[in-house]
């Protein structure tokens, strides 16, 4: 590629600012429908296979953790590919800049590689949806760990005894809540427990521990898998800038290149 200085000219005379924007944004919003365009191809392919990896069978099918592992990579392979497309067609879409210097042309392509990256992520927000589907997710897990935990402690072995909504309700309020529970509170969960399945107050206490162990367990699952989400889609996220960037400089520096063998 040519370079060209743009300076002052030898006689001190100023010279004439451009009335021509430096950013072409046609050529960045092609970029970005081409990234859009890959994004949702990609999303649908990692769809396709996360379902087909996913059963409903115990044991079956990947753990949480590892889908989790599995979808924050293909984000990052998704980012990868799609800012890398549409950061090329970018930098080969734009128009000639004329007069500047070489460092200007390569960091204007970069910049607009980032723009069409930009572009694209701000219209799909798809690493951002499925960080928050992820959390609408761990949360409604959690939920679910109160409710069978809250099932597992009335259970008895009087078919005829039924627990009350009000009742269940009131045991899922308790086992719920964020905090320690208090011991009141505790002791009261005991003999509403040992009241309706007909157990000592011991064994209620047993079943107690149980419950919470477990709603605790699911609760700091759901956390780290809803972390890891948020932690690969913001890498994927900067993978993808960068990516677009670089493409784009690359596509810019071969379309000029070609335009100045053929002269």
Do not use: C
């Amino acid at each position: 590629m040519a370079t060209v200085i743009v300076g002052n000219p030898p006689d001190g005379g100023a010279v004439s600012e451009s009335s021509r924007s430096a950013v072409s944004w046609p050529s960045i919003f092609a970029g970005a429908i081409v990234a859009i365009a890959a994004t949702m191809i990609l999303m649908a392919l990692g769809s396709g296979l996360g379902f087909a990896a996913a059963s409903p069978w115990p044991g079956a099918g990947p753990s949480v953790t590892t889908f989790a592992i599995g979808a924050g990579i293909w984000l990052i392979v998704m980012q990868w590919v799609s800012a890398a497309l549409g950061g090329y067609v970018t930098g080969r879409l734009r128009t000639r800049w004329t007069g500047v210097h070489t460092d200007e042309v390569l960091f204007r392509d970069t910049a607009h590689g980032l723009l069409a990256w930009a572009v694209a992520t701000v219209i799909v927000a798809g690493v951002a949806l499925g960080a928050t589907a992820s959390t609408l997710n761990a949360a409604t897990d959690t939920a679910s760990a109160v409710g069978y935990a809250t099932d597992t402690m009335l259970r008895s072995d009087r078919p005829a005894d039924r627990s009350s909504a009000a009742t269940r309700a009131e045991i899922a309020r308790l086992l719920g809540r964020s905090e320690a529970m208090a011991a009141n509170d505790r002791a009261y969960l005991a003999q509403l427990v040992a009241r309706q399945t007909g157990l000592s107050t011991a064994e209620a206490q047993q079943r107690i521990d149980t419950a919470t162990t477990s709603i605790r367990e699911a609760a700091d699952k759901a956390r780290k898998v809803s972390s890891s989400i948020g932690f690969f889609a913001a890498l994927s996220m900067i993978i993808g800038a960068f990516i677009a960037s670089v493409a784009a400089a690359y596509g810019g520096r071969l379309r000029d290149e070609d335009e100045l063998r053929q002269r």
